[in-house]
């Protein structure tokens, strides 16, 4: 570790991405890093390989402003308090500002513009705009659907020989969680002091009709799409127990996904990390098949 070498955190550091983003900044020896969590009890694995493990809570911004001292580039995680998030979010950016930060990385989603018909987007489009009203330089991580999230999905058609879909012919660029945290410790750890937007893909775009091909070609088995209309699955999730805004919410990707609204690839993985994504196929395999 070098003297002139940047003073990075990491917010959500106990998260699983958080968590990731950490180790891979230790084996980059990426420079002084600190991890910021809810829970530095958590986090003593980090503490014993030299991580600075410092107390941040995004609902109480007096923690915020001594967690973010004398740091130089700090990654906010978005968190997991869906309605909330927005105040959450810019309490850290204005944290981040007061103590002089230079560059804030966000994870964001792709497309959160305001037209987007994703419930949860207007908190992503929102705190985006927060950092741009700053004057810090930042890296929006617009994040695509983790293929990770659909694991669960894939497995259940597996099992039943039937996908049931709200998507269309939809698309979407499935990324691995394994490979935002390599994007978000890659831009962290880097020398941009600009402003940019990169939106985090996959390598390809897969309709719902391609997974339930993946399933089969896994399984060894037909697995057939089964075409839902919006209400009729929100309906559905509702009669297996979801409370209904939890199945709008998990509609409104549908609809998204429909629109073409998540039909987004790059390169920007590839570019940030020097190693191209993973492929939904590969994930897929490697989560489903015992001996793969
Ligand atoms: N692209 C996708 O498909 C997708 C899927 C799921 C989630 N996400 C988003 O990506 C984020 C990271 O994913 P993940 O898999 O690591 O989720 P996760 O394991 O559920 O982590 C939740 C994160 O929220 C943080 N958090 C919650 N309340 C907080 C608060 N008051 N102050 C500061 N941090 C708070 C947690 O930090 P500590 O507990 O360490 O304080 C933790 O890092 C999620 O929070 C969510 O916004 C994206």
Do not use: W
Not at 138 to 163: C, F, K
């Amino acid at each position: 570790m070098s003297n002139n070498q940047p003073t990075l955190l990491v917010t959500g550091a106990s998260g699983h991405l958080g968590r990731r983003v950490v180790e891979l900044l230790l084996e980059a020896n990426a420079g002084t890093i600190i991890a910021a969590t809810r829970h530095p009890e958590k986090l003593g694995d980090f503490a014993k390989k030299g991580v600075i493990v410092r107390h941040a809570d995004f609902n109480d911004p007096a923690s915020l402003t001594q967690a973010f001292a004398g740091v130089d580039r700090l990654l906010i995680i978005s968190t997991d308090a869906l309605g909330t998030r927005l105040q959450q979010h810019t309490n850290a950016v204005h944290a981040a500002e007061q103590a002089g930060v230079k560059h804030v990385i966000y994870t964001s989603i792709v497309n959160p513009g305001p037209e987007s018909p994703i419930l949860l987007a207007p908190e992503h489009y929102g705190t985006e705009q927060a950092i741009a009203a700053t004057s810090m330089g930042y890296t929006l991580l617009r994040n695509n659907v983790y293929a990770d999230v659909a694991i669960g999905a894939l497995s259940r058609a597996i099992e039943m020989g039937q996908h049931f879909s709200a998507c269309g012919d939809g698309k979407i660029g499935y990324v691995t969680r394994e490979d935002c945290a390599r994007a978000a410790a890659a831009a962290l750890a880097s020398n941009f002091e600009g402003r940019r937007a990169l939106d985090i893909t996959g390598p390809e775009a897969l309709s719902q009709g391609d997974l339930a091909a993946l399933a089969s070609e896994i399984s060894g088995k037909p697995v057939t799409v089964v075409p839902l209309e919006l209400e009729a699955s929100i309906q559905g999730m509702v009669g297996a127990g979801l409370p209904r805004p939890v199945a709008e919410l998990y509609a409104s990707f549908d609809a998204a996904t429909q629109q073409g609204y998540l039909n987004v690839v790059s390169s920007a993985v590839q570019e940030l990390t020097g190693q191209p994504p993973m492929r939904m196929a590969d994930f897929a395999k490697a989560a489903l098949v015992p001996s793969h």
